[in-house]
């Protein structure tokens, strides 16, 4: 359960971002409510890790704010802050040979007290959080002896086992086969049913956005950004504006997709 029954509310007000003197993200003022998916898009360098950054307070904006559960996360205590809000950076580096249980448990470190011995719930966390992504089995390996894949879905565990109810995601897709791609997202899903949740998750396939989020953030890079339920977003002129390249949206047996226009293809 959450920290003291609150929900993980997330929003920005009149945020600013810059990378040097490229303004990325001009007064952003929304709201990331419980019970919602959002999908952080846009082209390579339009601000999407340094959105998640800032929204998980590793990083300053050039100006606004985060707020969240209506206190602003600047104002946070470090070790209260662990436990409201998870983090999957885009890549991880393992320095040391550790089981992948073992690096799993790292992320519930914000709930250990006294000695700083895990208990059995932490572990039962742990090993919920390997399963639901099909990786019990891999729990005893050494960690640096893993996929880019794998790796990447340890990376999902570890943060889902923190049971935070905020969970940013930097592209949490990253290395995975279409397979995975869907497993990982179904979870994200199914965790979102058990309590008060939000996930915020950058990814750069809009066609699995579309059907797994519940809203989007499409970011151009140079300030603009547009919000809003994901297929009010996602739709064929915006990512066509966006992404500087003419989509189409084709329909068939219920399903849509967004490809690239015929003629600029042949």
Not at 45 to 51: D, F, H, N, R, Y
Not at 85 to 107: C, E, G, I, K, Y
Request: hydrophobic fraction near 45%; proline fraction near 5%.
């Amino acid at each position: 359960m959450s920290e003291g029954g609150m929900n993980g509310a997330l929003s920005t007000e009149a945020l600013v971002l810059r990378a040097g003197e490229r303004l990325l993200l001009d007064g952003l003022t929304q709201r990331f409510g419980t019970g919602e998916i959002w999908c952080v898009a846009g082209p390579n360098g339009a601000g999407k890790t340094t959105l998640i950054s800032t929204l998980a307070g590793f990083l300053r904006p050039a100006a606004g704010h985060v707020v969240l559960d209506g206190e602003r996360l600047d104002k946070w205590p470090s070790a209260r802050l662990a436990r409201r809000r998870a983090l999957m950076p885009q890549s991880t580096h393992d320095a040391f040979s550790a089981s992948v249980l073992d690096v799993v448990l790292l992320n519930r470190y914000p709930y250990l007290s006294g000695w700083g011995w895990e208990a059995e719930s932490d572990r039962a966390a742990v090993l919920a959080a390997l399963e639901a992504l099909s990786l019990g089995a891999l729990a005893a390996r050494d960690v640096r002896s893993l996929s880019g894949g794998e790796r990447q879905r340890v990376s999902l565990a570890a943060a889902l086992s923190q049971d935070a109810p905020l969970l940013l995601l930097d592209e949490p897709l990253a290395h995975l086969d279409l397979h995975h791609q869907i497993e990982c997202l179904t979870t994200l899903v199914s965790w979102m049913k058990g309590a008060p949740r939000t996930i915020v998750f950058s990814c750069h396939d809009l066609n699995l956005a579309r059907r797994f989020a519940t809203h989007a953030l499409l970011m151009d890079g140079a300030g603009a950004a547009y919000a809003g339920p994901v297929t009010d977003v996602l739709t064929p002129g915006l990512a066509s504006r966006v992404f500087g390249y003419p989509l189409v949206l084709i329909r068939q047996d219920g399903y849509e997709a967004l490809v690239p226009a015929l003629a600029h293809v042949l």
